[in-house]
Structure formats: C-alpha cells, structure tokens
C-alpha cells in the first residue's frame, strides 16, 4: 500500500514529485513563500504543466511575510490559476492524480524545510488520490460559484496583488515595535464549512480494516515507457548491463518498498497479439531503500536516463523467464482474470475491465494484492518450467 508517513524532508519529497508531472498540479496551502513559488513557477513554465491554487490572501500574512505576494506574481506570470479563500487550514498537494501529499506543512521554505511538520504521502492509490482530487475540485467550483455571485471576489490577479503591494509598504512603512495593531483586512470567498466531513471516509475505511494486511501483496514495476516499448521479441536482461540488471530505478524515493518485499518484474511491451501492455517477467526480494541508493554519473555502468530515475532499489534473489518478452504474463490478460482484485485499493469492488486497465497508467511501480501475488507466483512457476528460468 503506496501511503507513507513524512516527518521530515517535505521539500525533498515534493521536489522529487515535481520532477516527474506530466500534466497538473493543484496545490491547497494558506501561505505561498516567495523562494518555493518561484521555483515551481519555473518548473510550470519549463513542462507546460497546468496549476491551479488555493491560499489565503490576508494582509497581515504578507505585512509579517509568512506568505508572499512577489511569490503569487511568480505564479501568475507562469499561468498558474490563483483563488483566495477566508478560513482557509488545509494543507494538500496534488500531482497528476498519482501522488497527493496531505500535511500540516505550508508552502513556504519553512514549511517544506526547516520546520517540525508531519504529513502523509500518497503513492499510487486510486480512491485516495480520487478522493483528493475530488476534495480539490469541490473547493475550487463552490469558490467559483461564489465569485459568480460577488465579482470575482476571490480571483488573485496582478492587478490585486499590485494594490496590494501599495498598502502593504505604507503599513509597514508605518508600523513600529510598539504597534500592536493587527490588520483584518482579507480577501477571498467565504464559504460555509465542507459539509462533507467524510470525504476520505470510504476511501480510507478499508485499510483500517484489521484484515487489510492479508489484502497487501508486493510491488509491480514497469521498466521502460509507453513512448519507449520494449520490442517482444528480445528477452528482459537484453535492456540491462551488469549495474542495472540487479537494481530497479525510480523517479523518486521509494521509501514506501521495504526490505523482503517482493516485487514482480515487467517491461512495457506488447503481448503475442500485438497489443500495447506491461509483460510480467520475472520476481525478486527487494533490499530495501536508503538515502545511499542514489546513483551518479560517475558510476561504472552509469545511462542517460538515470538522470530522471536515479533512486534504485537492490535486488535479490532474481528469477526470469528465459527467452523473448512474448514468454511473460500479459497485465491485460490478468485484469480480465482477476478484475478488481488485482489491487489492494480497488479489492473486493465491482469496477469494469476499462477502469481497472488505466489503474497503472504513467506508474513506475504499483503495489497489487496477496491475491494477485499468489496468482503470479503460480503464473510464473508454469512458465519457468516451460521456458526455463535465469536467475541471480
């Protein structure tokens, strides 16, 4: 299950996400630093990313520069969408649908670096990272519903935030040690709280289940890309030299696979039809990761794509088909035998075979179900007799 705990390293996790959006992301954070904002401003500008905001716009935060106007105007200029709203506590952070990150941590340097914070990082969950999303997107509609009703109100534009500049220097200008004054003055929609407390409830309430641990199997790792398919007719080490081929790489930290995790080998290709589709190959043991399983360029064995990949996990006790990728287990045909059951997440719901077949879209890896684990082990023992097996 892909749900980690963060009490430290904010910035380095949610830095190591950006790295990898491909298309959006939203952010809900009362206070927005200058530094933070201007190097996600950079990164919205470079990857053409969609953005959209959710922060207070209080002027006694930017009078004591706990949040930052030049840091909206940043985004602003990037083409990121900005709405103020009073009352405003969540914390969350949304990068296309595949991570969320729910915290105490603001937006800010302090917030994602030096500050005690603690939050939860959502890796690859399907209903949590819906329910998120789902969260974002009613916030963001009754926000517009209100500004519908009272002229834009709570839109952040340049021309607000430069008014705003205006009376924040002359309060400043005018303030001294003794003042103890508090300006009220906010901006932004007012709305009436969520009535919809239990937003997260269905999604979370099974894995508090007592028997949710007997749901939880290992991990499913994709090896290449859709943009970059491995051919079916050559074998699953013919992409590997003697580094590669007894570690597995990822965009960011996999801190949530652990030590004796076993995890299932595929590559992104297609099947004897021809079809588009991960190819189980082979399975091993992790080794766990550490803040040491990160490579470098001066490595012996060193690629060019490891710039982008360069956190790895250890593996042991590597057993593979022998042969082409056309000798592996289709993920296509293992969603239409195992349909929901195929992940922890979707367990035991009646989703349809579409649904179920976009769950591992732009992963790098996927936690599955004990079911699942059983079923490719025993999938994986047929074709080991038949095609013979390599192993390390």
């Known amino acids: 299950m892909g749900i980690e705990l963060i009490t430290e390293n904010h910035g380095l996790e949610i830095k190591d996400i950006l790295n990898t959006v491909e298309n959006k992301i939203f952010i809900i954070s009362p206070f927005m630093g200058m530094k933070t904002c201007e190097e996600l401003s950079n990164l919205i500008n470079k990857n053409k990313l969609s953005c959209k905001i959710i922060t207070r716009f209080y002027r006694e935060d930017f009078i004591q520069n706990v949040s930052s106007l030049d840091g909206l105007t940043y985004l602003?200029?990037?083409?990121?969408?900005?709405?103020?709203?009073?009352?405003?506590?969540?914390?969350?952070?949304?990068?296309?649908?595949?991570y969320s990150i729910i915290t105490s941590a603001n937006y800010t340097y302090g917030g994602l670096y030096s500050n005690i914070e603690l939050g939860i990082k959502v890796d690859n969950e399907f209903e949590i990272n819906n329910k998120c999303e789902e969260y974002f997107n009613d916030l963001?509609?009754?926000?517009?519903?209100?500004?519908?009703?009272?002229?834009?109100?709570?839109?952040?534009?340049?021309?607000?935030?430069?008014?705003?500049?205006?009376?924040?220097?002359?309060?400043?200008?005018?303030?001294?040690?003794?003042?103890?004054?508090?300006?009220?003055?906010?901006?932004?929609?007012?709305?009436?709280?969520?009535?919809s407390t239990d937003i997260f409830e269905k999604a979370l309430v099974k894995y508090s289940q007592p028997n949710m641990k007997n749901v939880i199997g290992g991990w499913l790792k994709f090896n290449a890309d859709a943009k970059n398919r491995h051919d079916p007719n050559i074998g699953y080490f013919d992409i590997f030299n003697e580094f590669t081929k007894?570690?597995?790489?990822?965009?960011?930290?996999?801190?949530?696979?652990?030590?004796?995790?076993?995890?299932?080998?595929?590559?992104?290709?297609?099947?004897?039809?021809?079809?588009?589709?991960?190819?189980?190959?082979?399975?091993a043991f992790s080794g766990g990761f550490n803040d040491a399983n990160i490579v470098q360029n001066k490595v012996k064995g060193w690629e060019n794509w490891m710039v982008d990949y360069p956190y790895f996990v250890e593996l042991n006790e590597i057993e593979v088909i022998k042969g082409p990728a056309?000798?592996?287990?289709?993920?296509?045909?293992?969603?239409?035998?195992?349909?929901?059951?195929?992940?922890?997440?979707?367990?035991?719901?009646?989703?349809?075979?579409?649904?179920?077949?976009?769950?591992?879209?732009?992963?790098?890896?996927?936690?599955?179900?004990?079911?699942?684990?059983?079923?490719?082990?025993?999938?994986?023992d047929k074709r080991f007799i038949e095609y013979g097996k390599i192993t390390l």
């Open 76 to 98: 602003l200029d990037a083409g990121a969408e900005i709405m103020s709203l009073i009352g405003l506590h969540t914390k969350l952070y949304i990068f296309d649908n595949k």
């Open 140 to 195: 963001w509609s009754r926000i517009i519903d209100y500004n519908a009703k009272n002229k834009n109100k709570a839109i952040v534009t340049k021309d607000l935030i430069n008014e705003e500049k205006r009376i924040v220097n002359i309060a400043i200008s005018n303030r001294t040690k003794s003042t103890k004054n508090f300006n009220e003055t906010k901006q932004g929609a007012e709305l009436e709280k969520t009535v």
């Open 246 to 283: 007894t570690r597995t790489f990822f965009p960011t930290r996999p801190i949530g696979i652990k030590p004796e995790d076993r995890i299932f080998l595929s590559l992104v290709s297609f099947d004897n039809d021809n079809v588009p589709t991960p190819i189980i190959m082979g399975r």
């Open 326 to 380: 056309r000798n592996g287990i289709s993920l296509l045909e293992m969603y239409r035998k195992l349909k929901s059951d195929f992940y922890p997440s979707t367990f035991g719901l009646d989703y349809s075979f579409e649904k179920i077949r976009t769950h591992h879209y732009q992963k790098d890896k996927i936690r599955i179900s004990k079911y699942a684990e059983e079923y490719l082990n025993k999938e994986l």
